[in-house]
Each structure stands twice: as C-alpha cells, then as structure tokens.
C-alpha cells in the first residue's frame, strides 16, 4: 500500500498479511491482534497510537516511522529492524528482547522494570 491516509481506525484481527508493504501510509491508531505480519516494511509511515497485541512482527522492517504511544504486547518482533523511528511514549510489555542491539538512541526517560537507563549509563561511563 503506498501513499494512503486511513482516516478511520484500522483493525486488523487474526489476519495474515505477512511479507506486505507499506509506503507513506497514515494508520495511527491502527490495532492489530492475533496478526500475522512478519516480513512486513513499514517506510515513512505513521502508527502513533497503534496497537500491537499477540502478533508475529518477526522480521518486520520499520524505517522513517512514528511510533509515538505504539504499545506491544506479547509480540513476536525477532529478527525486526527498526531504524530512524520515533518512539516516543511507546510501551512494550512481555517482550523477549534477548540479543536486542541498541545504539545511537536518544533515551531520556527510558525506564526498563523501573530502572532509568539514562542514569545508570551515565554511572556505567563515569566508572570507564
């Protein structure tokens, strides 16, 4: 789908849409739940606000995206790339983020189970 503005919301349920395309899509708010979209690329797009629930992103390529407000829960996201995004306020929940690389982040306000990571890579460089 290229150049598209979805005004309403979009629902996507225990659907397939593996190995699609997304280019200079509006889908904030989207929901997806029980889908299936592994292979998927999402360019220049924007899905502030969406939703993520029980779905396979494993593979996804998300680049030049808003994410802002997104929220995972109990997704397959391995082997995803996801690069010059703004995820902002986004809340990922239940997630396996073994062998997960992040580099090159702005992370004020980053928090994992409760810990600022700001401050404890600050202490993490003082200490090299």
């Known amino acids: 789908m ?3 503005e979805l005004t309403e919301s979009v629902c996507i349920v225990a659907s397939d849409i593996s190995e699609s395309r997304f280019t200079q899509v509006r ?3 989207a929901a997806f739940t029980d889908a299936s979209l592994a292979a998927c690329a999402f360019t220049d797009v924007n899905l502030a606000g969406g939703r993520f629930v029980r779905s ?3 593979g996804v390529v ?5 994410l802002a407000g ?4 109990d997704c397959n996201m391995s082997g995803a790339r996801i690069e010059d995004v703004a995820l902002a ?7 396996d983020l073994s062998g997960v690389s992040i580099s090159g ?14 401050a404890l890579l600050s202490a993490h460089r003082k200490q090299k």
């Open 2 to 4: 290229d150049h598209a």
């Open 27 to 29: 889908m904030d708010r």
């Open 56 to 58: 396979d992103l494993s």
């Open 62 to 66: 998300i680049e030049d995206a808003l």
């Open 70 to 73: 997104v929220r995972l829960r």
């Open 89 to 95: 306020g986004a809340t990922i929940t239940h997630a």
């Open 105 to 118: 982040c702005a992370i004020a306000g980053l928090h994992i189970d409760g810990v600022d990571i700001d």
